[in-house]
């Protein structure tokens, strides 16, 4: 898809106030919902966030998988650039299922 779904901007805030104050959490949704959506690649994504990739098997990537698989659009993955690295704010399982499908695979995403 090219547009977040409108439950991911919550999603993505509820995780990033486990990091951040409100005040920059509300800022930089606010960002989110602004920036326009660009394609990255999967193996790129998970290499910058540093993050740990999930199995296949795994029930909300086997999910995303199998919706890619019906010729479902999943919705972009919101990322946030910090000086400590990349942080996935919400999409983390689809990134995930996007790298099992080919780590080649781009990814819409939206990143502030």
Do not use: Q, W
Request: proline share 6%.
């Amino acid at each position: 898809m090219n547009e977040p779904e409108e439950h991911d901007f919550p999603a993505a805030a509820d995780y990033l106030s486990l990091l951040y104050g409100k005040k920059p959490v509300r800022e930089t949704v606010r960002r989110l919902r602004d920036e326009k959506t660009r394609l990255r690649k999967a193996k790129d994504i998970m290499r910058a966030s540093g993050v740990d990739l999930l199995p296949a098997d795994n029930l909300h990537v086997r999910k995303n998988i199998e919706k890619v698989m019906r010729g479902k659009k999943l919705s972009p993955v919101l990322l946030v650039r910090r000086p400590e690295g990349l942080i996935i704010a919400d999409g983390y399982h689809r990134v995930c299922a996007a790298y099992h499908l080919t780590e080649d695979l781009t990814v819409p995403c939206r990143l502030a």
